[in-house]
């Protein structure tokens, strides 16, 4: 930042949920959240850009995945609500830092288009389901998994690679300019669009087939090792 190089967080996280590390690092920078559907000033609380997802399709995603069983929970004015309080969901809020809603009947309660919708299962359950998930939602829905166990529903512009690109115009910077780190599947897309892709140590190796460097994993600093080494040119990996 003091050699006028703009640092963005991009999270799967809700806007909320990222103001706090905004502030911790003193950033001025807008804020990618929600995988890339919401891009909001921390500031000011201007909006750059939102995509939610459209309130018929939220309504069938819903119905389609309610009979499994498995937490559900959707991201309504930058409120995290939910059914009902499950140890799934009680995890998630206090890893995230945030009190949830609790609205009952899902259905009953939307009635705006959702920023996004989240299903909380395990990875087995959650690979059987992504198939046919994909199938359905094509072209109308970006259906993916941020971490193994989280399944998200969201716009189709609403990923992270949207969101930078989206970001790196208003801020008049173009992509041979960008460096994007990540680890996530929710990353793929920003590192796709990034000029300089780079994926941390401990990132899956079907995450680090979409990077041109891998930099050690997030015990070994490799946040910190991309940026002293690519962007201000000081030290080297192996």
Not at 14 to 31: D, G, I, N, Q, S
Not at 35 to 64: F, M, N
């Amino acid at each position: 930042m003091e050699r006028n190089v703009p640092v963005v967080l991009a999270t799967g996280r809700m806007f909320p949920a990222a103001v706090p590390y905004a502030r911790e690092l003193a950033l001025e920078t807008p804020l990618i959240t929600y995988q890339g559907a919401l891009v909001k000033e921390h500031r000011t609380g201007r909006e750059l850009y939102h995509r939610p997802v459209p309130l018929e399709l939220a309504v069938d995603v819903i119905e389609r995945l309610s009979p499994t069983g498995f937490h559900l929970q959707v991201y309504v004015d930058d409120t995290l609500c939910m059914p009902r309080l499950t140890p799934e969901g009680e995890r998630y809020a206090r890893i995230s830092g945030v009190k949830p809603r609790i609205v009952g009947d899902l259905l009953h309660f939307l009635r705006v288009p959702p920023t996004k919708i989240v299903m909380i299962a395990t990875e087995k359950e959650i690979d059987l389901l992504l198939p046919g998930l994909l199938s359905q939602y094509d072209g109308v829905l970006h259906v993916s998994k941020s971490k193994p166990y989280f399944l998200e529903f969201s716009e189709p512009r609403a990923t992270k690679g949207e969101a930078l690109k989206h970001l790196s115009a208003e801020l008049g910077i173009s992509r041979e300019e960008v460096m994007a780190i990540g680890d996530g599947y929710n990353d793929v897309p920003m590192l796709g669009f990034a000029g300089v892709a780079v994926a941390v140590g401990n990132a899956r190796p079907e995450i680090k087939a979409h990077a041109a460097h891998i930099t050690p994993g997030n015990d070994e600093d490799g946040v910190a090792v991309a940026i002293e080494t690519l962007v201000l040119g000081e030290g080297g990996w192996a």
